[in-house]
T-cell receptor
């Protein structure tokens, strides 16, 4: 079945440093979504990527979807303490019997030291 | 206010008892999901439903059951067959199953003693 792997599991950075988390799927995806979960909270949607090779930016966050639609990355430039939390990718299969099965990666826990 | 509501926030049960977690949404969403979150393991899919009166097993459905009799409601029952039920349970919904953002409830932390 579809598996979504995310690395690294943990990342500790000094405020102002950059941060990247990577997401890899065992199968081709229809689209990929990214979520952020603050400590003690619930996941909140950040963005969705649909097209092969797509790149989207949200202020200091840059999201990429691989050409083969099997991998993705989230890059944060110049981290701030407000970026603390767990970042999840979530993939949707193209269709078939698993249509609608939104599968999450294990998440990357980001700690930012002031 | 529109949203997705899980209740209760904290739940304690004795081992061997079934327990039902509530999930209600007033967003008019077709798709609903149940995830389990354990430390270091991210979100694991238990069950999902693309439309009322239909649902599919996720990756860890054993020991759980669901129903989708109403569009707004997707309750999850944790049965006594679930070997390690203590966890944080998250319910989510999306407009449709084929690729829209998922909105999450606040979660229910279940502790079985």
């Amino acid at each position: 079945g579809q598996q979504v792997m995310q690395i690294p599991q943990y990342q500790h950075v000094q405020e102002g440093e950059d941060f990247t988390t990577y997401c890899n799927s065992s199968t081709t995806l229809s689209n990929i979504q990214w979520y952020k979960q603050r400590p003690g909270g619930h996941p909140v949607f950040l963005i969705q990527l649909v097209k092969s090779g797509e790149v989207k930016k949200q202020k200091r966050l840059t999201f990429q979807f691989g050409e083969a639609k099997k991998n993705s990355s989230l890059h944060i430039t110049a981290t701030q303490t407000t970026d603390v939390g767990t970042y999840f990718c979530a993939g949707l299969p193209p269709g078939g019997t698993s249509y609608g099965k939104l599968t999450f990666g294990q998440g990357t826990i980001l700690t930012v030291h002031p | 206010d529109g949203g997705i509501t899980q209740s209760p926030k904290y739940l304690f049960r004795k081992e061997g008892q079934n327990v039902t977690l509530s999930c209600e949404q007033n967003l008019n969403h077709d798709a609903m999901y149940w995830y389990r979150q354990d430390p270091g393991q991210g979100l694991r899919l238990i069950y999902y439903s693309q439309i009322v009166n239909d649902f599919q097993k996720g990756d860890i459905a054993e020991g759980y059951s669901v129903s989708r009799e109403k569009k707004e409601s997707f309750p999850l029952t944790v049965t006594s067959a679930q070997k390690n039920p203590t966890a944080f349970y998250l319910c989510a919904s999306s407009i449709m199953a084929g690729g829209n953002e998922a909105f999450f409830g606040q979660g229910t932390r279940l502790t079985v003693v």
